[in-house]
């Protein structure tokens, strides 16, 4: 019997769109160069306010206060004058202090990459804003490498597609990023778009520099033969379920941390640490199939591992069951007991970034996958209904999660709510106080932490001048947050 598409397969790339709409507000690409001055000075206001939005007091060191906007130094090289930004807190010495790009029109796109960024926006609402929210060149290599996989997703998903021929298809897939003329026009998915134009997207991949079509390439290679074997395997042991979650996102977070790299916004080792990257996605996989129990069950497809839910019920399904509850929420804490083992690996590679939209493209999702966690952990309503945090919540952490202290006080605070939950009697409760205490040491503060909801006069001035200036902005990321609230993916988890 088949195993489900995994149509959570990008976890922190695609954000976890659920009937994967098109993002509701007008497309954030680049604007075109005939676009009017103030719009010019509008579209680098948006730019800069994302990053003044990030001067909220952060708990412990600042990162660099805007993030780097390309002003100077290896990363981040940006042409144009550039003028300093008002003062801001002294940045940690790795970090270089930011600087406020001059106001003139945005690099001018070609069709094929302003088709590509339609198709983005068509195709993703939760990563949509943050992939445009990357700086330079980097940005563009995500887009592409999000359009890629999508494509590659879209024929996993399509159960139209008999398996001789989608087996072949996925092995070979990566090779038809070379090949100008190649696209696929019988897909009934809705996302079909990426499939027909391949041509467009295939060429846009082949005008990116070598080093980052190699990354897109070896990652759409391994990924289309993970989704090749799993196509009529189920996901029996621990193991399994590791492995199905490498496929699927953790491939994705080991791909952006090499683009990461490649563009030399990050130190080498951020690309080259397999370890901790694939654990970015499995945290985030981890956390979308626990939630999504009842979701999955309703729909025919069965990601929980078989060792595991096994222990608590002849099938899967029976957890649903009422008479069935108690044994439920004991398998359901033992799986978030499973996921909270891959969090020290996200603080680790967290504390690693330098670039701040690079750190709040990564960040984002991981806080609101910790979030998701909490509200599940014990809770009854996974088996009843759809678990959630709050908008406003959600809002909360993307504001907060902007430097690697912040996080850490976020990902302390919800261990905390977890144990606090933690049943005596439940037959994981050893386990999950273990990895709680674990996660506390790298979480406990430095120093002084400043609070999440106040910020300096000098910051908040700033913010509410270039609001001004960026509504259409907001407006998206406000649409866009009731999809992040389901995690993303990077966000995700970008990085399901």
Known sequence: MRCPAPRRALS???GRSRGRSGLGAPPLVPPHPAATSSMAASTKAVSLFKRTLALSPPRGPPRAALGRLRGGG?????????????PSPPAPPRLQPALCP?????DSLGLGLRTCYRY???????FAAVIQALDGELRHAVCIFYLVLRALDTIEDDMTISLDVKVPMLHEFHSYLYQPDWKYM???EKDRQVLEDFPTISMEFRNLSKVYQDVISDICHKMGVGMAEFLEKKVDSQREWDKYCHYVAGLVGIGLSRLFSASELEDPIVGQDTELANSMGLFLQKTNIIRDYLEDQLAGR????????SRYAKKLSDLAKPENID??????????????????????????????SVFNFCAIPQVMAIATLAACYNNKQVFRGVVKIRKGQAVTLMMDATNIQAVKA???????EIYQKIPSTDPSSNKTQQIIASIRAMSLPGGPMASRHHYSPIYLSCAMLLAALSWQYLSTISKATEEMVEIGTPVASFLA
């Not at 044994?327 to 701040?356: F, G, W």
């Open 327 to 356: 044994m439920a929420v004991q398998c359901l804490n033992e799986l978030i007991t499973n996921a909270l083992h891959h969090v020290p690996d996200v603080l680790t590679y967290l504390s690693r970034l330098k670039n701040q």
């Open 302 to 309: 069965e990601f929980w591992p078989r060792e595991v839910w």
């Open 410 to 416: 976020i990902m302390y605070q919800y261990v905390e």
């Open 120 to 126: 983005l926006n068509q195709t993703s609402r939760s």
């Open 186 to 188: 019988e897909s009934k």
């Open 12 to 14: 922190g790339l695609r």
């Open 74 to 86: 290896r990363r981040g090289q940006r042409s144009g004058a550039a003028t300093p930004c008002p």
């Open 102 to 106: 001059t106001v003139s029109p945005q």
